[in-house]
């Protein structure tokens, strides 16, 4: 997932830093796989009594169901039966993750190194989890946006796992640096990830991303054009291609690289947006206001689900924001429009509540 962030499209496509980093992030986030299931942990857990075993099963069970909040739960009164069990901080840290509780989760992935030190390191499977365990601690910091204890923490999971270091780290190590605006060091990463697992898309794609960004075009065609040999349906690659064909001046590619991206992920505002620009720059402005309107209701219905988020966590004042962003971003969409005019009653002002709901029986 993209996450919630403020694109402001408004401007022409000649800022490009947004739609680069979003992009990357997208794919970073959408490949990452660290979140192993936690029941691979190869601790003997015959010597617990019977029942605390099945609460565990049911906790693994919440967990795989995507019950986060029940796992969560079940997971917190496991722990405090058995603190020194590493597997119930790492069924607590996943859960708190889903639920995008990342202070939690960094708290429980840590609890869960300190009992994994006391083990046996000699073993190696416990010295994989503990590898695992810590990627896991940096992926927590680096979606909590503490850049540099997620470094720090991918490092030592690099160092742990050796040549068995999966793609995925070198991917995040790439992002993170990505994100600091440290774009050769990204590239450096993403490269490493590349040549260890030449079938990672991921890599290929975040790769054609900064050197985009580095201005090293042909470079980054080469390697989208790779991404997309090896998954044709990766939009990010194909938008990738159209960025490039639009500094190369070629409209009609970049049109058609674009509409394959919206094709492929037609949720993503930026392609839209994007497609609406080269449209209206080769003069069909009929399908260029048609593209417009998709990409202000996409980037609407984005910022619904981040509303939606937190009138889940019951945090009614912090959804009115978003909730205004869709509107302002798309003021006939009646969903932003009725739950606007819900998160207002359910906060006692009636009387806005009351004209919102005017609006949506007059649209």
Excluded at 53 to 71: D, G, H, P, S, Y
Aim: hydrophobic letters at 45%.
């Amino acid at each position: 997932m993209l996450g919630y962030q403020d694109l402001n499209w408004r401007g022409n496509r000649h800022s490009r830093c947004t739609v680069f980093r979003s992009v990357v992030v997208g794919m970073f986030l959408f490949l990452f796989v660290v979140s192993a299931s936690v029941d691979v942990f190869p601790a003997d857990m015959t010597g617990y009594p019977e029942t605390f075993q099945k609460r565990l099963k049911a906790a693994q069970r919440a967990f795989q169901t995507e019950q986060w909040r029940e796992a969560l739960r079940l997971y917190r009164e496991l722990a405090k039966e058995a603190p020194e069990l590493p597997i119930v901080y790492i069924g607590e840290g996943d859960a708190a993750a889903k639920l995008k509780d990342y202070p939690t989760a960094i708290t429980a992935f840590q609890r869960a190194l300190e009992c994994l030190t006391t083990e046996q390191q000699t073993d190696i499977a416990i010295v994989r989890l503990q590898s695992v365990v810590q990627a896991k601690l940096a992926t927590a910091y680096h979606r909590n946006k503490q850049l540099d204890e997620a470094d720090m923490w991918f490092q030592k999971a690099v160092k742990g796992a050796g040549e068995e270091t999966p793609a995925a780290w070198y991917v995040a190590l790439g992002q993170i640096e990505t994100e600091r605006e440290n774009l050769e060091q990204a590239r450096r990463y993403y490269i490493v990830a590349v040549q260890l697992h030449p079938d990672t898309t991921a890599a290929y794609n975040n790769l054609g991303h900064v050197l985009l960004k580095l201005k090293r075009i042909d470079e980054a065609d080469a390697v989208f054009r790779e991404a997309l040999a090896q998954d044709e349906t990766l939009a990010s690659a194909a938008f990738g291609r159209g960025e490039v064909a639009i500094k190369r001046g070629q409209l009609g590619v970049a049109r058609r690289f674009y509409e394959h991206a919206v094709q492929q992920a037609p949720e993503e505002p930026i392609f839209h947006k994007s497609l609406a620009d080269v449209l209206r720059d080769i003069g069909n402005v009929e399908e260029a206001e048609a593209a417009e309107a998709r990409y202000r209701r996409t980037l609407a219905e984005r910022y619904l689900r981040q509303a939606h988020w937190f009138i889940e966590q019951r945090r009614l004042q912090h959804a009115l924001v978003p909730l205004k962003k869709a509107l302002e971003t798309d003021e006939t969409f009646v969903p932003a429009l009725k739950d606007y005019a819900y998160v207002k009653m359910h906060l006692g002002e009636f009387v806005s509540a009351k004209q919102i709901y005017h609006r949506v029986l007059t649209i």
